[in-house]
């Protein structure tokens, strides 16, 4: 194994992880920034999280930065060596994987740890999965088999629900866009384990020498994996799990992490100390394009929502560098923790779904409209699906300003927890907005009865007609025409009209009433005549 590692024990006797170096028996502890997934939120700006060894081994914090001022707004005290950490795609939810056996899981509202998960035994990176259902977590510890492992977290339970056994040295793990596959860069075994997200199994391995860090480019082609051992950067085709280039960085380089822009044109790489600076890459053309310096030991790195700023975490230094993506200068240093090692950024603003009318009443024409965030320059481009639950009530293709439209009018009576979900194309990633509740009533109806010929003799036919209406819709089914407790007969509307005819009414005064029952989406009605036999 090249001595790229950052040895474990090295931080219990105080040097925090900065040494690399490599035992050839023992265990290998590569910390790492988790591979974020989330492409939508409910903040209407973001956050960086940065994980924090500390100075102490019994604790470790979290530091919260508000990009719009770059500076520190909460330090929030996590468990033992935390490492990791990954955001849900609602925003809501951070999860941070604490070396020491636990993971520790942030409200993003408040800024408070809300739960601690018993992880595997030490866990370093994590990744969440589109949907947000599942956490997926690398943990260093070899089991019985030999083996490394990734633990399955069901994020609605905060529980382990499946333990996936992949190759040895892991550290990092990205999962696609589509959430279908998981990437697992397994260092000592020079492989990427492939995971079929469905199934929790490895379905596949690529021969990739020396990997830790690793990202996945937004329209889910191409995977950009660190070797530090060798400098370089490999190119993974997600369709072929193939290797299709390999970038050098130089000589005496020590690539750690990976982010990619939302754009999906630049990669962003953290060259590790002696060198200490970010490389940018043209993933057009896999050239490196900008070497900028930064803090001492530069490690994890995320890209903001709009691409415009990079966050990395300078680990020697106990800063975090923000980088100008349109410059490729560093344009401030915001002193954190110590050891800092992860970066997340909440996703920006979400997909937004509005609805013209809410409540609505059954029959009334309601548009949803769905509005897809661009990710960097790039307006989204394709099909929004309109869900609920298990269900699509509609789709509808965007316009030229990434809207789409829906019009609905006989949704049944009902509340709809509706989202809008945009599957993304070759610049944008997929996204989801957040839940509309939007609620359909019941309509009313209103019922009219004459009769004719009124009054009538004993004998003859007389034909009572019925016309049922509704503020919004044209009432359907059948009407029950009754004189007193006697039934004398149904009949199916027709135009919102029925008609019934009868010769056997008794003579007198007899009341006859029309009867519509209507069902969940229109309410029920009924209406009288006094029909006179003399």
């Given at each position: 194994m ?20 490599y ?50 707004v ?5 468990g ?5 950490v ?14 020491f ?14 739960a ?6 030490l ?16 943990n ?17 339970t ?15 793990i ?11 860069p397994?260092?000592?075994d ?15 391995t ?16 191409r ?14 085709d997600?369709?072929?799990n ?7 960085l ?5 690539p ?44 994890g790195?995320?890209v903001?929502?709009?691409g ?27 002193p ?24 609505s ?52 009576a009902?509340?709809?927890?509706l ?8 610049n ?60 004398l ?5 027709r ?11 008794p003579v ?8 519509f ?18």
């Open positions: 090249p001595p790229t590692g950052k040895l474990f024990l090295s931080r219990l006797i105080g040097l925090y992880g900065l040494t690399r170096q035992l050839s028996r023992g265990l290998i502890i590569l910390l790492s920034l988790g591979a974020g997934c989330c492409n939508t939120a409910a903040q209407s700006h973001t956050s960086a999280y940065v994980t924090n060894l500390s100075g102490s081994v019994l604790s470790g914090s979290v530091s919260v930065i508000d990009t719009t001022t770059n500076t520190v909460a330090t929030i005290l996590v033992t060596s935390p490492s990791g990954a955001i849900t795609p609602d925003g809501t939810r951070v999860y941070v994987t604490n070396i056996n636990s993971i520790s899981v942030i409200d993003a509202a408040t800024n408070t740890v809300v601690t998960i018993p992880s595997g035994q866990p370093t990176g994590i990744a969440i999965t589109p949907d947000g259902t599942r956490a997926y977590v690398v260093q510890f070899v089991n019985n088999q030999g083996k490394n492992t990734v633990s399955v977290i069901d994020t609605m905060n529980t382990i629900i499946a333990t996936i056994p992949v190759g040895l040295g892991p550290s990092q990205a999962i696609t866009p589509n959430g279908t596959r998981a990437y697992v397994d260092q000592q020079s492989i990427i384990s492939v995971i079929d997200i469905m199934t929790n199994t490895v379905v596949t690529i021969p990739v020498a020396g990997t830790a860090g690793i990202a996945i480019r937004p329209d889910g082609t995977a950009y994996v660190t070797s530090p051992g060798s400098g370089t950067v490999s190119v993974l997600t369709a072929t193939t290797v299709v280039a390999t970038i050098s130089g000589t005496n380089q020590n750690f992490e990976v982010a990619i822009s939302p754009d999906g044109t630049r990669a962003y790489v953290t060259i590790s100390s002696p060198n200490n600076f970010l490389s940018v890459i043209d993933t057009a053309t896999n050239a490196v394009v900008a070497k900028v310096p930064v803090g001492w030991a530069p490690n790195v995320a903001t929502p709009d415009s700023r990079v966050y990395l975490a300078n680990e020697g230094s106990g800063t975090v560098s923000v980088f100008d993506t349109a410059t490729n200068t560093v344009v401030a240093t915001i954190v923790g110590h050891a800092p090692l992860g970066v997340a950024i909440t996703p920006g603003p979400p997909t937004a779904l509005t609805s013209s009318l809410n409540p009443i059954y029959g009334q024409r309601v548009t949803f409209t769905a509005t897809v965030r661009p990710s960097a320059k790039f307006i989204p481009t394709g099909r929004v699906k309109f869900t609920w639950d298990r269900f699509t009530i509609g789709s509808a293709m965007l316009d030229s300003n990434g809207v789409a439209t829906l019009t609905k009018s006989l949704l049944n009902d509340p709809y927890p989202i809008a979900v945009y599957g993304g194309d070759a944008n990633p997929p996204d989801r907005s957040t839940v509309l509740s939007q609620v359909v009533l019941q309509t009313t109806s209103t019922a009219l009865l004459t009769s004719s010929p009124n009054p009538s003799t004993q004998g003859e036919a007389v034909t009572f007609t019925a016309r049922i209406s509704s503020p919004t819709v044209t009432p359907k089914g059948p009407v029950t025409f009754t004189a007193g407790t006697t039934v007969g149904t009949a199916q509307l135009s919102g009209r029925a008609s019934l005819t009868t010769s056997s009414l007198g005064s007899t009341k006859i009433t029309v009867t029952n209507g069902d969940s989406n229109i309410a029920k009605s009924s209406a009288s005549v006094i029909q006179i036999v003399p």
